[in-house]
């Protein structure tokens, strides 16, 4: 009953925030611009169906992980807890839906994530789970951002002030997986709260919180560790997926810009989605981002030869694509799908 009435709450914040994004859009430019684009702005929507697959896929591995017992750790007594790939890839849509529309990014999907799985594999499992399966994702969003550099060299001309840039984005990259690397090897739990800790406004409830849940902290940690060291090709298998993730999902600006030239370079693509994600995530603190992607969008199509009006049409798509799979999501956290 409990967790029915939390899963109005999140729907509830979701749904007022999502008609909030929905009354910011020029209708007129949004109808000439899907009537523009026509099947192809469908096959973006449909695009998505297929990418949130790699993220669930990402999810589950870690979530068996989780769950199996690991050296000097005794089995478990009884069956093992089974989580279905159709039901995690409910949860998964719901929960990227929140992310998308709560300011701050991760304070929306995240909590929602672990209130769902904790029936089914116990609080600190869910939570181990749920915070390795974040880590990945922003890891591979570093290696995505640093290899991209590496194609950025490799297919244009750099110029002293571009050469700065890329200098500066290598370095940012390699602090961040540095950063995650040792996250995975001592946990990040314990380090995440002391990071908080040092935030005006949140010391008090963040030193009290820790005080309280030191001991959940410590497990959540341990079990980082231990996945990371005693599984490390599950570790590899899911940075991997959720990299390829991050390349397929440049076919979205690649079936855009399909509308406006015969010919669109897949490279471009992935440099423009390297580029825009990067700066949206550096604003992550809009709700939907709003204003990141748009400007990433018109910045990085400029840089890359291609018209304003092609980097506008590339960003409203996308933007409405964002707005349907937020509803989608939203949509999904009360569809009354069995998790047995």
Not at 167 to 182: D, E, K
Not at 187 to 210: C, D, E, Q, S
């Amino acid at each position: 009953m409990k967790q029915h009435r939390y899963q109005n709450y999140f729907l509830g914040f979701g749904l007022v925030v999502l008609a909030i994004m929905v009354t910011q859009l020029d209708y007129a430019e949004v109808w000439r611009g899907v009537s523009r684009a026509g099947y192809w702005f469908f096959a973006v929507v449909a695009l998505w169906a297929f990418l949130y697959i790699f993220n669930t896929a990402t999810w589950w591995l870690i979530i068996k992980g989780v769950l199996a017992p690991h050296r000097n750790e005794q089995a478990p007594v009884g069956p093992m807890p089974k989580v279905p790939l159709l039901w995690l890839y409910k949860i998964t849509v719901s929960g990227f839906a929140l992310n998308y529309a709560t300011p701050g990014g991760l304070m929306g999907g995240e909590p929602y994530r672990i209130m769902e799985l904790t029936p089914r594999i116990g609080g600190e499992r869910a939570t181990a789970s749920v915070i390795l399966y974040v880590m990945t994702h922003i890891f591979s969003h570093f290696w995505f951002w640093l290899l991209s550099v590496v194609l950025f060299l490799v297919t244009k001309p750099v110029d002293a002030a571009t050469g700065l840039l890329l200098l500066a984005v290598t370095a940012f990259c390699a602090l961040g997986i540095w950063f995650f690397v040792v996250g995975y090897r001592r946990g990040l739990a314990v380090r995440a709260m002391n990071v908080l800790g040092h935030i005006p406004y949140l010391k008090r409830w963040t030193r009290r919180f820790v005080e309280q849940r030191r001991e959940q902290l410590d497990e959540v940690d341990r079990k980082i560790a231990v996945l990371h060291r005693q599984n490390p090709l599950t570790f590899v298998g899911c940075v991997l997926l959720e990299l390829a993730c991050r390349v397929c999902s440049s076919l979205e600006i690649y079936f855009v810009l399909l509308v406006l030239m015969p010919a669109p370079d897949f490279a471009d693509c992935v440099l423009i989605l390297a580029f825009t994600s990067l700066f949206a995530n550096l604003l992550f603190f809009f709700p939907l981002q709003l204003g990141g992607r748009e400007g990433g969008f018109l910045m990085s199509a400029a840089g890359l030869g291609l018209t304003t009006s092609a980097g506008i049409f590339v960003a409203l798509l996308v933007r409405l694509r964002e707005i349907v799979w937020t509803a989608i999501g939203l949509l999904l956290i009360k569809l009354p799908l069995r998790s047995r």
